[in-house]
């Protein structure tokens, strides 16, 4: 457990526990009850069906596919070659389709309900996307695109934008996206890697209430790529963004010749690929990270199924753009017939109530974002529990970066007290969690509730062995559906085995520094490459920022370690409040307060105020970048950062010369 979280009384008492009824109608409940039936086998506890999903992986699954009734042919091997994981093959014999898989609601009721910032607002129902989804499927399959072609888009997270990766999806093309705020050349990093056969782009986008034009930049992109272009209208020109291209057309012009027609589905093997996914890349290319449609469509339905307890007809919300896994994890939610909330845009404007606005009108049932996001929120001295209505409301989310004790403690204070809290973590390693939350198990300050099911979650020390109540590497020891199928551009699999296998024989290593707690959740302390050392002790990032960035003062922080004199010191960077100087005072009491929350080891040798602290697009901060500049070192591809410019405020900083 964090030390932090042993400091504050309320952590005696977890902060929210499941009622007997919700126990008893959770889908978790009923997976339970149909695995000890068809088993015959006896489950104590949720924690005793966690260790059977893991025990007999094969039935584990199998009874995901069968309780949420996958559409395809499961075949009759279940699972082979388990005993080394880049071995593992699950349901070799299955033939299913990702897209027949979220398309198979009907009628007039609601699939999509859409929200871009104060310019635009969407209702989709079940027929209108499957019927947008057939025109473009047939668009698609005339320009020649099948099975394995490759379609790329820059796009805001619009409804169109999910009928166009479905119709992708439906023909068996691998579809790989990113947001409309990319620079040119992180597009190329990305896109430039996989050859696509069709590019897609938006004509223009809205954020912080201004238009935002995109027309040379995709003139520029589509130059490089060398393929047709469809240009999808939102904010801008449509007409004349086509006529500057060579090979390109609107969508209405792309769709116009077919009618509306019974949609077709190439059903393919469990492990063809899906989707393309990118790591962050600002340490040098992004990985682009291949994801079979079989264990992304079975790992998301377990996720939403009995993690978050998804019924069908609920309002499912998550923040995200289309160049974050989030936005693959969120749509995923109408194979189990959940509406999906899309927005874009940003979530402060016109002001913070913006996103709670759309959850009370909507009636989100459950409401993903991110660690920084709740923090924004608090620091903005919103109550949402006073302001708005969120009776619906019954699942919090939050990912992106551990979520702090204090943040914990804000949702239920400020936010919504009767609400499950969920932190989650896992990746665009693995598109999905491999912690996360747990429906049947009570909410403790500053924990993550528990490992995902089926997944043979550890953590390691530094010798390769489980440890209890020890910080180490997260593991997991044996493999699982969502794995990569490989990394594209890796023909002998050398840069995937690196990726994840190279610290631990056989064992899946995925770069987390974290720690059992007593209730058998866990807790991040932050990325293991961002671990400080100082005089050998491993410390982790966010233990620090979990003291720091709850202070007034300062907005946000980003901590290095620097080496010096053959050791490495820690170096704690600030972003303060309008009006806040770094004072010795305020340097006093920022390391006070980390002795004291924290630990005399975490307490930084330098302080330094900044102006901007770089991140990914995601929102992510990047520890490694100011790393490099700090030591002098060029970052290589600063064109995965959404403010790259931010970077120059860590080269040669006179306070860390001595």
């Known amino acids: 457990m964090q030390p932090d979280s042993l400091n504050h009384s309320a952590a005696e008492a977890p902060l929210w526990v499941p009622s007997p009824e919700s126990i008893a109608a959770a889908p978790l409940t009923r997976l339970m009850a149909h695995c000890a039936e068809r088993h015959r086998v006896h489950f104590a506890d949720v924690d005793a069906f966690q260790a059977w999903s893991v025990a007999d992986r094969a039935s584990f699954w199998e009874a995901v596919w069968d309780f949420c009734g996958v559409i395809g042919e499961k075949g009759e091997t279940l699972l082979i070659d388990e005993g080394h994981m880049t071995e593992a093959r699950f349901f070799p014999q299955a033939r299913l389709n990702f897209a027949e898989n979220l398309l198979r609601g009907q009628g007039e009721g609601d699939a999509i309900l859409f929200r871009g910032?104060?310019?635009?607002?969407?209702?989709?129902?079940?027929?209108?996307?499957?019927?947008?989804?057939?025109?473009?499927?047939?668009?698609?399959?005339?320009?020649?695109?099948?099975?394995?072609?490759?379609?790329?888009?820059?796009?805001?997270n619009l409804p169109q934008t999910l009928a166009l990766m479905l119709a992708a999806a439906s023909l068996g093309a691998v579809w790989s996206s990113c947001s409309p705020d990319f620079g040119e050349q992180g597009v190329l990093d990305r896109?430039?890697?996989?050859?696509?056969?069709?590019?897609?782009?938006?004509?223009?986008?809205?954020?912080?209430?201004?238009?935002?034009?995109?027309?040379?930049?995709?003139?520029?992109?589509?130059?490089?790529?060398?393929?047709?272009?469809?240009?999808?209208?939102?904010?801008?020109?449509?007409?004349?963004?086509?006529?500057?291209?060579?090979?390109?057309?609107?969508?209405?012009?792309?769709?116009?010749?077919?009618?509306?027609?019974?949609?077709?589905?190439?059903?393919?093997?469990?492990?063809?690929?899906?989707?393309?996914?990118?790591?962050?890349?600002?340490?040098?290319?992004?990985?682009?990270?291949?994801?079979?449609?079989?264990?992304?469509?079975?790992?998301?339905?377990?996720?939403?199924?009995?993690?978050?307890?998804?019924?069908?007809?609920?309002?499912?919300?998550?923040?995200t753009t289309c160049g974050w896994m989030m936005w693959n994890w969120l749509v995923s939610g109408l194979?189990?017939?959940?509406?999906?909330?899309?927005?874009?845009?940003?979530?402060?404007?016109?002001?913070?109530?913006?996103?709670?606005?759309?959850?009370?009108?909507?009636?989100?049932?459950?409401?993903?974002?991110?660690?920084?996001?709740?923090?924004?929120?608090?620091?903005?001295?919103?109550?949402?529990?006073?302001?708005?209505?969120?009776?619906?409301?019954?699942?919090?989310?939050?990912?992106?970066?551990?979520?702090?004790?204090?943040?914990?403690?804000?949702?239920?204070?400020?936010?919504?007290?009767?609400?499950?809290?969920?932190?989650?973590?896992?990746?665009?390693?693995?598109?999905?969690?491999?912690?996360?939350?747990?429906?049947?198990?009570?909410?403790?300050?500053?924990?993550?509730?528990?490992?995902?099911?089926?997944?043979?979650?550890?953590?390691?020390?530094?010798?390769?062995?489980?440890v209890r109540r020890e910080k180490g590497e997260l593991v997991c020891t044996k493999a699982f559906?969502?794995?990569?199928?490989?990394?594209?551009?890796?023909?002998?699999?050398?840069?995937?085995?690196?990726?994840?296998?190279?610290?631990?024989?056989?064992?899946?290593?995925?770069?987390?520094?974290?720690?059992?707690?007593?209730?058998?959740?866990?807790?991040i302390h932050g990325r293991s490459d961002a671990t400080l050392n100082p005089g050998g002790v491993r410390i982790g990032t966010a233990e620090i920022y979990n003291q720091v960035e709850q202070m007034e003062e300062v907005v946000e922080a980003l901590c290095i370690g620097q080496d010096i004199d053959?050791?490495?010191?820690?170096?704690?960077?600030?972003?303060?409040?309008?009006g806040v100087a770094l004072t010795e005072e305020l340097q006093k009491a920022i390391r006070t307060r980390i002795r004291t929350g924290a630990s005399p080891r975490h307490v930084p040798a330098k302080i330094v105020a900044v102006t901007d602290i770089p991140r990914t697009k995601s929102g992510k901060i990047v520890e490694l970048a100011v790393r490099e500049v700090v030591h002098g070192r060029p970052v290589k591809n600063k064109e995965a950062l959404a403010n790259p410019e931010a970077l120059d405020l860590f080269a040669d900083l006179p306070e860390l010369k001595d």
């Open 117 to 156: 910032e104060d310019k635009a607002e969407a209702r989709w129902s079940h027929d209108r996307l499957r019927m947008q989804v057939s025109r473009l499927q047939q668009a698609m399959a005339a320009l020649g695109i099948g099975a394995g072609d490759r379609v790329a888009a820059m796009m805001p």
């Open 191 to 319: 896109f430039g890697q996989i050859g696509p056969k069709l590019f897609i782009a938006c004509d223009g986008y809205w954020y912080n209430g201004k238009q935002q034009d995109v027309a040379d930049k995709v003139v520029a992109i589509a130059g490089k790529l060398g393929c047709p272009v469809l240009v999808v209208p939102y904010a801008g020109d449509t007409s004349a963004l086509v006529s500057r291209l060579a090979d390109g057309r609107s969508l209405e012009d792309f769709a116009a010749p077919f009618a509306p027609a019974p949609l077709s589905f190439a059903r393919l093997p469990f492990a063809h690929p899906l989707y393309i996914l990118f790591s962050s890349g600002t340490t040098g290319v992004p990985k682009c990270i291949v994801h079979s449609a079989g264990g992304t469509l079975l790992q998301h339905l377990k996720e939403h199924r009995f993690h978050c307890g998804i019924e069908e007809g609920e309002k499912l919300f998550y923040f």
């Open 335 to 466: 194979a189990c017939g959940a509406v999906l909330c899309l927005y874009d845009g940003s979530p402060f404007y016109p002001d913070g109530r913006v996103l709670f606005d759309y959850a009370q009108s909507a009636g989100f049932a459950v409401f993903g974002t991110s660690a920084k996001y709740i923090d924004a929120v608090r620091k903005a001295d919103l109550v949402p529990a006073r302001s708005h209505d969120l009776t619906a409301l019954r699942l919090i989310t939050s990912t992106g970066s551990p979520l702090s004790p204090e943040g914990f403690t804000f949702v239920y204070e400020g936010i919504k007290p009767d609400v499950q809290l969920a932190s989650i973590s896992g990746g665009t390693d693995i598109v999905s969690c491999f912690v996360l939350g747990n429906p049947l198990k009570p909410v403790w300050r500053g924990e993550i509730q528990g490992p995902g099911l089926g997944l043979a979650v550890d953590v390691f020390d530094e010798e390769g062995r489980p």
């Open 481 to 523: 559906p969502s794995m990569p199928v490989m990394f594209w551009n890796d023909p002998d699999g050398a840069k995937y085995r690196a990726a994840y296998f190279e610290r631990f024989d056989n064992i899946w290593c995925h770069g987390d520094f974290a720690e059992w707690t007593a209730h058998g959740g866990l807790v």
């Open 566 to 578: 053959d050791d490495v010191r820690v170096v704690l960077f600030v972003r303060l409040a309008p």
